[in-house]
């Protein structure tokens, strides 16, 4: 399989711990999105990047929260002292930088906050 | 400011019958508009966009979205449900940046035999 691959898929953490999760997006594509989607609620942009250069943030993106991509392969999201408000599931995209180019979406990370 | 509301939360079909999923969309120009599909425990697919070209999009798996400007609006149809085709709907705007999407809520399609 080549699409955008997620890990771990499911994380069960308790309250005030720190979680990270990874994304590996398609081998060609220099964009790399995060989103995050709560139960009953379509996907919530929280990041981007162009290469290894993180070009916008949401303002859902608190300070707990930070995202990297290194060396503009892989990237990884991180949440600090969690809440029981980060439980959501968090959704890697990349695409081309074409624009029009179709964003390609991985099947998610869920995260529950106990 | 984008934006998209989808006009139903859920909308059941039988087998068989024609499938209209409502999207309407605000945009303070000309938009990029998407549909997703999104089966349980499934990531986000691309079912069709729109991107100023032919205002009527065919996508996959037999589904088709018309733009009517007049309208605002970005329908979802497909002429004849599949039980395949049961799952959450998701009209997306492009937000203006070159990476963000703006999704509605979503609609559930239920799809009965």
């Known amino acids: 399989d080549t699409g955008v691959s997620q890990d771990p898929r499911h994380k069960i953490t308790k309250r005030g711990q720190n979680v990270t999760f990874r994304c590996d997006p398609i081998?060609?594509?220099?964009?790399l999105y995060w989103y995050r989607q709560t139960l009953g609620q379509g996907p919530e942009f929280l990041t981007y990047f162009q290469n290894e250069a993180q070009l916008e943030k949401s303002r859902l993106l608190s300070d707990r929260f930070s995202a990297e991509r290194p060396k503009g392969s892989f990237s990884t999201l991180e949440i600090q002292r969690t809440e029981q408000g980060d439980s959501a599931m968090y959704l890697c995209a990349s695409s081309l930088t074409l624009g029009g180019n179709t964003i390609y979406f991985g099947e998610g990370s869920w995260l529950t906050v106990v | 400011a984008q934006s998209v509301t989808q006009l139903d939360s859920h909308v059941s079909v039988s087998e068989g019958t024609p499938v209209l999923l409502r999207c309407n969309y605000s945009?303070?120009?000309?938009?990029?508009l998407f549909w997703y599909v999104q089966h349980p425990n499934k990531g986000l697919q691309l079912l069709l966009k729109y991107t100023s070209a032919a205002t009527l999009v065919k996508g996959i798996n037999g589904f088709e979205a018309e733009f009517k400007k007049s309208e605002t609006s970005f329908h979802l149809t497909k002429p004849s449900a599949h039980m395949s085709d049961a799952a959450e709907y998701f009209c997306v705007v492009s937000g203006g940046s070159q990476g963000n999407l703006i999704f509605g809520k979503g609609t559930k399609l239920s799809v009965k035999p």
């Open positions: 081998s060609e594509h220099n964009r």
């Open positions: 945009s303070s120009y000309s938009p990029s």
